[in-house]
């Protein structure tokens, strides 16, 4: 099966992250896509996130009716921080009949040549890449290894979600609603 793994701390996962995962797994060759959920990203500060089970479950709820979309755990049971290669040789060596690709925005690709071993990457992966607005170009660009592929947009931040949990407004249509009141029940971000 040909999979997409959209990397993230989803926290929390909210509805611009769905509509991507859902545009790569219906509008690309991709069969599946995988929410890898990770526990610490190298380039953010561990503190200010949720409970990595917490987030697993939050991602769960989002997407339980979706069949091309799945969460994945695995990075949960690897040392932390996690660095993309050692997911992605990890989830080769547990899944070898699965073909893996990676998911990302064009932001991530203009700062790409930084990430831990970004040429075995590229040697072994394919990665579907979907614009974000005033992006610069990248020596990535045009790499026979890059997909780009039109999702619709929406400009919304789990920074932005967070601060309107805090502050005790709405954030109805932003997250799902079995999301939401998973948030609200387990007070989440107060």
Known sequence: MKIGLFFGSFNPIHVGHLVI?????????????????????????????????????????????????????????????????????????????????????SDNLVNFSSWKNYDKILEYYSIYVYPRPNTPETPFDKHPKITWVQAPLMDISATYLRNCIKEGKSIRYLVPESVEELIQRKKFYL
């Open 21 to 105: 995962a859902n545009t790569m797994a219906t509008h690309t060759d991709l069969q599946q896509v995988w929410f890898v959920i990770s526990p610490h990203n190298p380039h953010k500060k561990k503190q200010s996130l949720l409970h990595e089970f917490d987030r697993y479950d939050m991602v769960e709820k989002a997407i339980y009716d979706n069949p091309h979309l799945r969460a994945c755990d695995i990075e949960f049971h690897l040392p932390q921080p996690s660095y993309t290669i050692d997911t992605l040789t990890h989830l080769y060596e547990k899944y070898p009949q699965h073909q893996f690709s990676l998911i990302m925005g």
